[in-house]
């Protein structure tokens, strides 16, 4: 007589009740064991307290994107854990795919359940190696990523309806950036982080000066900065589950006062080459 196999534990994770109670239903009935979680913080109490064999986790748990957060706790809490992601938003599909080497699968909402549950079988019942996430802290992160989110700018500035209309090369347009990206990284490592700063500004004030004389207004300016924040962002979004976690957020901080900073200096510099 053959031994009755354990259930397979899964770890549910999304904010919408209907979902959960629905779908965690049907992965029961499916022979599943199931935990729930509507947060965050209770998927990671889970996570810290439970072992589980899978994890489904909805993209947007009250925030954009935490469900990465999720996925990167399990990936190094449990990491033969396998991990699946639910999105509502199909637009999210393209960074989706380019995580997808750390995301075992992922669904579009309305879930095709019967889908999931033969992935989740197939996934099981043949598992594979862990893989390794290598981690990242944010000044690394950004040295080794400088030359994408160089591109990823000119592309965005290229796109954009006012500073697309002014005629540059790609050099002219994006010579400040690996600046102040290297300076951002020496501030970030915290070694000679105020001199760091001094550098920043002063490509800032540089930055101001060059634009006005390529005919560029002030909202211009801002717009300009504005641009190479909103790509760090992006940057960082997709890649969430390669970068260190606990200082994420104090970084990311420095990051934006860094940019702001650099802006009031290029508003300033521009003022004063506007007055000479």
């Known amino acids: ?3 009755l196999k354990t259930p397979r534990r899964i770890l549910f994770v999304d904010d919408e009740p209907g979902i959960r109670v629905t779908l965690g239903a049907i992965l029961q009935a499916s022979g599943f064991e199931v935990t729930t979680a509507a947060t965050v913080a209770e998927a990671l109490r889970e996570i810290n307290s439970q072992t589980f064999d899978a994890l489904i986790s909805d993209l947007n748990i009250g925030e954009p994107g935490d469900g990465f957060t999720v ?7 449990q990491p033969k854990c396998i991990t699946f992601i639910l999105t509502g938003y199909p637009a999210f599909e393209t960074a989706l795919q380019a995580i997808r080497n750390q995301v075992d699968d992922y669904l579009v909402k309305p879930a095709n359940v019967q889908g999931l549950v033969l992935s989740l079988q197939r ?13 990242q802290p944010m000044a690394i992160f950004l040295r080794d990523h400088a030359a994408e989110i160089q591109q990823r700018v000119l592309l ?13 090369s790609d050099q ?23 001199e760091a700063m001094d550098a920043i500004l002063a490509a800032g004030a540089k930055h101001g000066a060059i634009r006005r004389t390529q005919g560029y207004s002030q909202d211009m300016v801002a717009d300009d ?3 190479i924040d909103s790509t760090i962002y992006d940057a960082v979004q997709d890649n969430l589950l390669h970068l260190e976690l606990s200082n994420l957020v104090p970084d990311l901080r420095q990051v934006n006062a860094a940019l702001t900073n650099y802006l009031l200096e290029s508003l300033k510099a521009f003022q004063l080459e506007k007055a000479a």
Do not use: W, Y
């Not at 996925?71 to 809490?77: H, I, K, L």
């Not at 996934?123 to 981690?135: A, F, G, M």
């Open 71 to 77: 996925v990167s706790a399990m990936r190094r809490t």
């Open 123 to 135: 996934k099981l019942d043949n598992p594979q190696e862990p893989r390794t996430v290598q981690i």
């Open 172 to 194: 002219q347009r994006t010579d400040h950036i690996p600046v102040f990206l290297k300076e951002m990284v020496r501030h970030l490592d915290s070694k000679d982080s105020d």
């Open 225 to 227: 900065v504005h641009l």
């Open 156 to 168: 965005a500035m290229k796109s954009h309806e006012r500073l697309g209309a002014i005629h540059l």
């Open 1 to 3: 007589m053959d031994k």
